[in-house]
Every structure is written in C-alpha cells, then in structure tokens.
C-alpha cells in the first residue's frame, strides 16, 4: 500500500487522480478539499479562489497561491488555457450566471484539462416530496436534471461528461415509477451527482499530451492541406520531414488524422 492509498477520496476528490507532475490546478472556494488535494497533486501549482481571506493562513502548509475575489461576480483576471484541472464545489449551485461561469472556467482549461464540480438533483425524492406538499426551501441555490447538465456543459464546449453519485439515500421509490419517473441509475435516490467535464474527450486528450501546441497546430496546417489538394506533393514531402524533426512517430500520426480530417482515403498512400 502506498501513500495515496491513505488519502480520504470523498466527493469530488474520486475524480482526482494521484499525480506527482508539475501541474496547474485552480481550486474555486471548495476549501475543504485543500489538504486532500494537496496530498494527491504534492508537485502541483495550486491556485485558490476565494472570499475567505483568513483561509491563507489557516492553508499557510499547503504552498498554494491565492486570489481573494467573489468568483461569481466574473471580476477576476486569469489566463486562458492553463489549468490542468479546475476545482469548484458550488459553480453550478451558486453562480449568479450559470453558462456565463462555465464558459469562463473552460475558457481557464487547457485543452487536456477538465472541470470537477457538483450539483443537486432536482429529481430526488427528497426534493419530490416536497414538492408534493407544495413546500420548495430553495431560492438561491441552483437545482438541475442530469439531462440539463449535459446540454449546459455540452453547450460550453466540454467534451467528455461523466457523473458519479455523491449523497444517496435509500428512498421507496415504488410510488414515484408508478406516476411515471424513470428512475435510471438510480436517480430519483441521488441528492447531489459529482460531475467531471472535460474539454477534450479521452482520445483528443491523449493525442494532445504528446506534443506542443506548436507543434499540433503545424501538423494539422500541413495534413489539411494534403486533405485538399494544396501542393499535395510538396506537402507530403514537408510532412513527412516535419515528423522526423519532431519524432512525431507513426501511431501518433495516423491517430492525429484520424481525429481531425473527414476524407481518410485521401492518406491511404502515404
């Protein structure tokens, strides 16, 4: 057993995997995570966005940097593409702007990187219920569907989705699939769904690890060109020279155009 297997991964930490790089992770309030982030990514740059000033000191150990700012107000100046991973418990319940906040952190994504964050099912019996009695508590927090999620995250431009169930409670929910509530993977038993969006699916992600954006970007340029007939010679030539400069070997390369071009046939000979 080695020592991650120590660590606590509850919540969102099930979709943080141990890592000794030199990442960049941005941490969104969910300061409760800190110490088991840090225990996960220990090579990690970590940067904390918060309106907890005191949580510098009292996270002095961790080595993180921080910005104190309301991070649903937008007002905050951050780089695009260069997080690897981005951290925020409450995005999807508490933003003021719902697809305004998410663009903004896929925007602060590399192109490999993803999002971790959670939300209430408006769809738990919990909720149901109350409804039932013509009682709903919330007013300032953010309930969704899982359907809704998908088409809001699909519509920032993630990727790749994936849940995982958070808290569960053991309900009848004979009752409610009789009224006609599909209860798939156990939904209607879910009060809050962990969500990993990712900017990139699995298979552009890999391909986009390898080298640098640089060096993708003339790649692409140059099988274009050979897909439409610009100087296809020439090209092919240029190509293949640019792989051997750049040890861009031949899985990569047949993955590469496989990913990004529509006629496939037209490589066939090279």
Not at 40 to 54: C, E, G, K, W, Y
Not at 161 to 190: C, K, M, T
Request: proline letters at 1%.
């Amino acid at each position: 057993m080695n020592d991650f297997d120590q660590i606590d991964r509850r919540g969102l930490l099930q979709f943080i995997s141990p890592n000794v790089e030199n990442i960049s992770v941005l941490v969104i309030e969910s300061l409760s995570y800190l110490n088991e982030i840090r225990d996960l990514l220990p090579s990690a740059n970590i940067l904390v966005l918060t309106q907890d000033h005191f949580a510098k000191s009292d996270y002095a150990h961790l080595n993180c940097d921080w910005i104190f700012d309301d991070y649903r107000n937008l007002n905050f100046t951050i780089e695009e593409n260069i997080f690897d991973i981005i951290i925020s418990e409450d995005c999807l319940t508490l933003a003021y702007d719902t697809y305004k906040t998410i663009f903004a952190i896929n925007r602060m994504l590399k192109g490999t990187g993803f999002l971790v964050t959670q939300f209430e099912n408006i769809r738990f019996i919990g909720i149901l219920e109350s409804l039932k009695q013509g009682y709903f508590a919330e007013r300032e927090r953010h309930l969704y569907a899982k359907t809704e999620i998908v088409r809001l995250l699909n519509d920032a431009l993630f990727k790749e989705i994936n849940f995982a169930p958070y808290e569960i409670f053991d309900f009848d929910v004979d009752e409610w699939i009789n009224f006609g509530f599909d209860n798939f993977v156990d939904d209607l038993n879910v009060k809050t769904w962990i969500v990993r969006a990712d900017r990139s699916t699995a298979e552009v992600a890999a391909l986009k690890r390898f080298y640098t954006p640089q060096i993708r970007k003339q790649l692409a340029t140059l099988i274009h060109r050979i897909e439409y007939d610009i100087d296809r010679e020439e090209n092919i030539l240029l190509l293949k020279n640019f792989c051997e400069e750049n040890q861009i070997f031949d899985d990569y390369l047949n993955d590469f155009i496989d990913q990004i071009v529509l006629h496939r046939e037209r490589f066939n000979d090279l």
